[in-house]
């Protein structure tokens, strides 16, 4: 849990003490209409009042905030089948989408979630730890802020490469590593720091690596496993078997 407090109020020293003083005011404000202006008007066997307030409000709070962080699916960019024929022979005979979709799980549906700044193919999506997602395709970056449902361009990348991934670090920062630059993967990493909108180069991987999946642990590690480590997009003997564990500093 502190891990989370730190990472969604990093940069905002106001907003981590918010998360505790709010639970504390709505407790003092209960204590004020129940215990001094109406006293008598809640059940004897909840004495202490405030004390049994206290133990409900703590884990509703979180609870309800559990279900609205969870909510909601995000999709970004790709490419269109405007003829039925995808997959297409090449991507040149489609052009790339800038739209974006939210899926409600509540009620089922879909709406538009504005506009990406740049068309992205394949754009990258990662959450970010303090809410709102990062898409990022070739050196293009785009903040969707999910308060007014836009997305904004921020700093481009330091390199460009295809089918990347990404993750969330616990101290709020995205890490970015692998990929394809032309038909020749890189080991290259950078992190993306939310609070200033910067890109920093970082340690590279031990191994060139593309595609697969990005995992971070309890330990604030990250588990690169899978993809393909040579050149080949498709082809079977270019399956990575192996697993890298990268460790960075917070």
Known sequence: MGRELKARYRGSILGFFWSFVNPLLQLL?????????????????????????????????????????ASGVLIAGGWPDVDNSWPAPNYGDHQPLASTELYDPKTGQWSAAGGL?????????????????????????????????????????????????????????????????????????????????????TAPMPAPRSGGAAIRLGDGSVLFVGGEAEPGQGDPSCAVTATQVVRFAL
Do not use: Q
């Open 29 to 69: 404000t209960y204590g004020l209409v129940f215990v001094v202006i109406l006293p008598g008007r809640h059940d004897k066997e909840m004495e202490p009042y405030l004390l049994f307030f206290f133990c409900g409000i703590l884990p509703w709070t979180w609870f309800n905030s559990s279900l609205l962080e």
């Open 117 to 201: 700044p740049v068309a992205m193919g394949e754009p990258t999506v990662v959450p970010l730890p303090g809410g709102g997602a990062l898409a990022f395709g070739g050196t293009n970056v785009a903040r969707f802020e999910p308060a007014s449902g836009t997305w904004t361009a921020t700093s481009p990348m330091l390199s460009a490469a295809a089918h990347r991934r990404a993750v969330a670090l616990e101290d709020g920062r995205v890490l970015v590593a692998g990929g394809d630059v032309g038909g020749a993967f890189t080991a290259e990493a950078e992190t993306f720091d939310p609070a200033t909108g910067s890109w920093t180069a």
